[in-house]
């Protein structure tokens, strides 16, 4: 696998690649890599000639210092395991000075109302940051089709805005969230969580299972209820929020309307350490 540090090399290197008329393929990450990421990077594997991993833990969509300072990090293993997947994945590995040349801030994006709810409204700026990493990688890497999981529901909507505003030639495709057999969905952040915490956390996939198996049959508000008595029974588990929104716009919903698509997500904090998750509702 050929490792790259810098934008200059990367982008000589895809030139090169590009002459040849092949498919990029581009999976951006945190590192700290899990089946999760894995299973997007063999989808792109499979659907491109040349894949792209980035990893980058990207500093300005971190509202919290201490969650910045402590995002795990585990760079052999991550080539290791991108090393067993395919030589045809390229790693770019920049560092923050590569990435933002001395002005480590957001640039400014309109995404009308898609970031005001949920985690918009509880991380103040994040989005604003991923859109701005993003698309400063979008610009780099020039890929064909790039991978995001829909565990980030929010996020993949406003990369999705993000793509067609620029007019970007690029497919984003949307992967389904990897679970445990447990139902905990995989995120780089159970690795802060110890065994009993992780136990606990499978809570909160229940909680949105329940709100499938129900929806069709409760009213909104006993669901909203039924979530809370569930959750409340966990005193590690303060939820930031619980929303049933709609998958289009994100709004979250206070009426049930047919032939709509709905997805209920869920924000929680477990023993110090935040996690997300949501699940169609169709
Ligand atoms: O989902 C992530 O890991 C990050 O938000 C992303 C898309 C790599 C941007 O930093």
Redesign the pocket.
């Known amino acids: 696998m050929i490792i790259f540090n810098n934008i200059v090399g990367f982008k000589n290197h895809l030139r090169k690649l590009k002459n040849d008329n092949v498919k990029i393929g581009f999976v951006?990450?945190?590192g700290a890599l899990h089946n999760g990421h894995t299973s997007l990077i063999k989808k792109s594997v499979l659907e491109n000639d040349y894949s792209v991993v980035?990893i980058?833990i990207?500093p300005t969509?971190f509202n919290n210092i201490n969650d910045y300072k402590s995002y795990p990090i585990n760079i052999s293993r991550d080539i290791e395991l991108l090393d067993s997947i395919s030589e045809n994945i390229i790693l770019f590995k920049p560092d923050t000075e590569e990435i933002y040349s001395g002005k480590v801030v957001s640039d400014s994006y309109d995404f009308g109302d898609l970031d005001k709810y949920m985690e918009g409204k509880h991380r103040k700026g994040h989005f604003q940051g991923?859109a701005t990493?993003?698309n400063k990688l979008f610009e780099i890497v020039s890929a064909d089709n790039v991978y995001?999981g829909e565990k980030?529901f929010q996020?993949l909507r406003i990369i999705e805005v993000l793509v067609q505003k620029n007019g970007y030639k690029l497919n984003v495709i949307r992967c389904k969230t990897i679970r445990q057999n447990d139902g905990l969905a995989l995120s780089s952040r159970n690795k802060k969580l110890d065994i009993s915490s992780q136990n606990i956390a499978t809570n909160l996939f229940k909680a949105l299972s329940f709100a499938k198996k129900n929806f069709d049959t409760l009213d909104l508000e006993v669901i909203y209820a039924k979530v809370e008595d569930l959750l409340q029974n966990f005193p590690q588990i303060s939820i930031d929020y619980f929303a049933i929104a709609d998958e289009n716009d994100l709004k979250p919903i206070k009426h049930k309307k047919k032939n709509q698509k709905y997805r209920a997500f869920i924000a929680a904090d477990i023993s110090g350490v935040r996690l997300i998750d949501n699940i169609k509702l169709y």
């Open positions: 951006p990450t945190m980035s980058f990207n969509q991923v990493v993003v995001f980030d996020q």
